[in-house]
């Protein structure tokens, strides 16, 4: 049995079709969408998601405070609302266009957008698999946070208010705070999602009721 191609040190036991070579467990853990990123159909994969899906609901639902403080709440600072904003609009959407969407999904596309951010380093890639998010709303949300720029009152030429990776990512994990809170840890539902709906329908039945019509 050949070596592992990474380590060259333990045998190669799985086959990484992203790799087109062998790899031993270890090593095959420790790249798996960190270095490479993993075909769907890889068996290892695919074992890896569900249980690193369950972890991560886990983690993050330990972690829940009992209560926000007003003061300590950063969404108060309307510039990070105006973030947030822009992470909900395509949850919002989604959910609209697609009533099976769950809480829980929309829990892990926020993750799978915090985790992106967080890497900020290229990964291996297929190349039948680079135009294939492996998560089509969480990449969404990631598209919308990279576009994202604060409307500042003040505008001053050549300046763009842009956002910082520790921002971006504390805001995804405020959002991920709503949505258990909302929830109160049962995922499986809508709850949070309709009342993302409801939220955003009355901000724009409110834009327009503001709106001034003039005549000529």
């Not at 596309?109 to 890639?125: M, T």
Request: charged share 35%.
């Amino acid at each position: 049995m050949a070596k592992c191609v990474k380590c060259k040190k333990r045998k190669g036991k799985r086959y990484c079709a992203a790799l087109g070579d062998y790899l031993c467990s270890l090593c095959c853990g420790l790249l798996r969408e960190k270095e490479i990123y993993c075909p769907q159909t890889c068996s290892f994969f695919e074992k890896h998601s569900t249980y690193h899906e369950e972890r991560v609901i886990e983690r993050k639902q330990a972690s829940v405070p009992k209560r926000i403080f007003p003061e300590e709440d950063i969404l108060r600072d309307e510039r990070m609302a105006w973030l947030a904003f822009h992470i909900e609009a395509p949850l919002m959407e989604y959910a609209r266009r697609k009533e099976t969407f769950t809480d829980r999904e929309a829990f892990l596309s926020l993750e799978y957008a915090r985790e992106k951010i967080e890497k900020e380093k290229g990964l291996i890639f297929m190349p039948d698999e680079r135009t294939q998010p492996k998560n089509e709303i969480g990449e969404a949300i990631y598209q919308s946070i990279e576009r994202c720029r604060y409307e500042k009152k003040i505008i001053i030429p050549g300046v763009l208010d842009i956002y910082t990776q520790d921002e971006k990512i504390r805001c995804l994990e405020r959002v991920m705070l709503s949505i258990q809170l909302a929830t109160r840890g049962d995922l499986e539902g809508r709850r949070y999602l309709n009342q993302v709906i409801d939220r955003f329908s009355r901000m724009k039945q409110r834009s327009r009721q503001n709106k001034i019509i003039t005549k000529d």
